[in-house]
């Protein structure tokens, strides 16, 4: 026998057993491992865990792929100064994953441009990393693939499949009122995850205005009983970031609108339009504690 036989076998029995990093760096570890005198139990310890450590990268990089984001997201790069009412220790506390196990929701709510897709996009890209199955939606693409399925009598199998998931995302659910057919199938798929698999789901709506979307009260009333049974609210209440850009871009070229003089050295957020005023503070204001209290006050008894 060669000396080359026994590399060409390794390599061929390392692709039989599906085990590309080992057949890739065995040579060079190898090397390594001669050079620092090391036993061949370290050297096989080594070559296993970079085996490991690549096939959990492949695996985070499939669940990516196989939630279908729209565009990729992360907490890092949310701007929660621009967002003051959104409760940052809460966002800290769900993007560790914990209320998955427990089959909680939950539910991001606030005006259009304040970042509630972001933070949900970063919330579910997070769960993949942590080795959870994710599937991101927008609610009027999950109905229409509802609404097809059905009419492909594919509809049961399809639920199964959604159910094989840790995390549902249903993204700008306030912003297209469903027909009376596709509001019963979205009922369907919250129903089902009841207590089995956790949404997170983006509005614009307040509850009371959820009638506009699902049609009928009582479809409402029985959405929101099983959505909101156990459930983490962030509330957006601060300027559209588009808006945020816009008043930038005002103050950077001295276009005050008539607030300026000593008002302007007095006030510690600086000149603004006038126009914009209230609102700029609205935005520099915390309001975590009057959020909850009104979100509270507004949710639905569990019977």
């Known amino acids: 026998m060669s000396q080359a036989t026994p590399t060409v076998l390794l390599e061929h029995y390392l692709k039989t057993l599906r085990l590309p990093t080992m057949h890739r760096e065995h040579a060079k570890l190898a ?7 090391a036993d061949y139990a370290t050297y096989l310890l080594r070559l296993a865990e970079r085996e ?8 985070a990089e499939r669940r990516v792929q196989a939630a279908r984001f729209p565009v990729l997201k992360t907490l890092d790069t949310f701007d929660f100064a621009a967002q ?28 259009s441009g304040t970042g509630k897709t972001h933070l949900a996009t970063a919330l579910a890209f997070a769960s993949c990393q942590q080795g959870r199955r994710v599937r991101f939606f927008t609610v009027t693409g999950l109905v229409t693939q ?14 199964q499949q959604l159910e094989r998931h840790d995390l549902l995302v249903l993204d700008e659910l306030g912003y297209v009122p ?22 997170l789901v983006t509005t614009n709506l307040p509850f009371e205005s959820w009638t506009e979307v699902l049609g009928t009260e009582r479809l409402t009333g029985a959405l ?3 959505l909101t049974h156990r459930i983490h609210i962030l509330e957006a209440n601060g300027l559209a970031h588009d808006l945020i850009d816009e008043l ?28 914009f005023v209230g ?3 609205d935005v520099h204001v915390a309001q975590v504690e009057a959020n909850e209290e009104s979100l509270v006050g507004s949710l639905p008894e569990v019977g």
């Not at 090397?31 to 005198?37: D, K, P, S, W, Y």
């Not at 019963?184 to 956790?198: G, M, Q």
């Open 279 to 281: 609102l700029r503070r």
């Open 146 to 159: 509802l609404l097809e399925r059905r009419e492909e009598r594919q509809l049961e199998r399809f639920h």
């Open 31 to 37: 090397a390594v491992c001669q050079a620092e005198r």
């Open 52 to 59: 490991v450590q690549d096939r959990e990268v492949r695996a």
């Open 84 to 111: 003051p009412s959104i409760n940052q220790a809460l966002v800290r506390e769900l993007v560790r994953g914990e209320y998955m196990g427990r089959c909680e929701n939950v539910l991001l709510i606030g005006n």
């Open 248 to 275: 930038a871009a005002v103050q950077a070229d001295g276009d005050f609108g008539g607030h300026g003089g000593d008002d302007v050295a007095d006030d510690p957020l600086g000149p603004l339009p006038q126009l």
């Open 178 to 199: 469903c027909t009376k057919a596709g509001a019963e199938r979205l009922f369907e798929v919250v129903s089902r995850a009841y207590e089995r698999t956790s949404l």
């Open 224 to 226: 929101l009983d099983r």
